[in-house]
């Protein structure tokens, strides 16, 4: 066959659709700095402020992050093999001590090392199928492998501030949103983002935008931990106020989302688990599953 051939019959050749681990481990990761480079955010820590902590900067989180590199892949990789949930579990308990051995005891990701864990094996169980990965595809395989095994743990009490505080005042918690499938990202921060960036604004506006839409509908147990019901409604109208009056597009929407920012502060409120929620839509965006990448601001 000659080279021209060769070539020709290679460009007739349907592309794999599959995603190897070592890709989609390496997008939570940068995901994971996306969502810390975000500033202003109300109450979370960013490159040049630690927000409502006073035990961690971004240089705590720097340190988390280097440490869980290798888990992403890990677990997209037992996905891929179809693995239990137990296996997941297992790798997820190893990642949270090596995080914490990293950090000296500060919880920096507990929350992400849950939600992008999960989301990296369905994509890496997703990419096995021959199909093209997507974000219903994505949601769909998280809820058929291991749907049942996430309501089974959501059951059980939980003994972790963010369990105690959603059993206290009846919210929905993390492991009850997983095993709906993570109804907030699929159906707030995806949509929130996919909009926003059919608006000419910069990609730190669309990020900003995102997580505020977010704040607004999530039931984040870390707000109720730390300010009670009050705490997390207030959070709650704050930023549906700020979407309502334009968001981060308008002329004074930064200077709007610095004043709320140093609002939560003086709250000592923290939004992590919408933080979260953020990351786990920049991983989605870094696989390509939302449109082309975003532009830097």
Not at 145 to 169: C, F, K, V
Not at 221 to 231: D, F, I, V
Request: aromatic content about 6%.
């Amino acid at each position: 066959m000659t080279r021209a051939l060769a070539t020709a019959h290679a460009a007739r050749r349907p592309r794999s659709t599959a995603l190897a681990p070592q890709a989609i481990g390496r997008a939570a990761t940068l995901a994971l700095y996306d969502e810390l480079a975000l500033s202003p955010k109300p109450g979370l820590v960013t490159l040049t402020d630690k927000g409502s902590h006073a035990d961690m900067d971004a240089h705590t989180f720097m340190r988390s992050l280097f440490a869980l590199r290798s888990y992403f892949v890990r677990i997209a990789t037992l996905g891929a093999e179809g693995a239990p949930f137990q296996a997941l579990q297992q790798c997820g308990i190893d990642a949270e001590a090596r995080m914490l051995a990293a950090t000296g005891g500060v919880n920096t990701h507990r929350g992400a090392i849950f939600m992008l864990g999960l989301l990296c094996a369905a994509a890496g169980a997703a990419s096995q199928s021959g199909r093209r990965l997507d974000p219903a595809l994505l949601r769909d395989t998280l809820r058929a492998r291991w749907g049942d095994a996430l309501d089974e743990r959501a059951r059980r009490a939980s003994t972790l501030p963010g369990g105690i505080a959603a059993r206290r005042y009846g919210l929905r918690s993390a492991c009850a949103e997983a095993a709906a499938g993570f109804p907030v990202l699929f159906e707030t921060a995806v949509p929130a983002m996919k909009a926003a960036r059919a608006r000419p604004m910069g990609r730190q506006h669309v990020l900003l935008d995102t997580l505020f839409n977010i704040m607004a509908v999530l039931e984040d147990s870390n707000l109720a931990h730390r300010g009670g019901m009050e705490g997390l409604r207030h959070a709650q109208r704050a930023a549906s106020g700020f979407l309502a009056a334009g968001g981060s597009s308008r002329a004074d929407g930064m200077a709007a989302a610095r004043t709320i920012a140093d609002d939560f502060v003086r709250r000592r409120l923290s939004p992590g688990g919408a933080a979260d929620t953020l990351a786990a839509a920049c991983w989605m965006q870094r696989l390509g599953l939302l449109g082309p990448a975003l532009s830097a601001p």
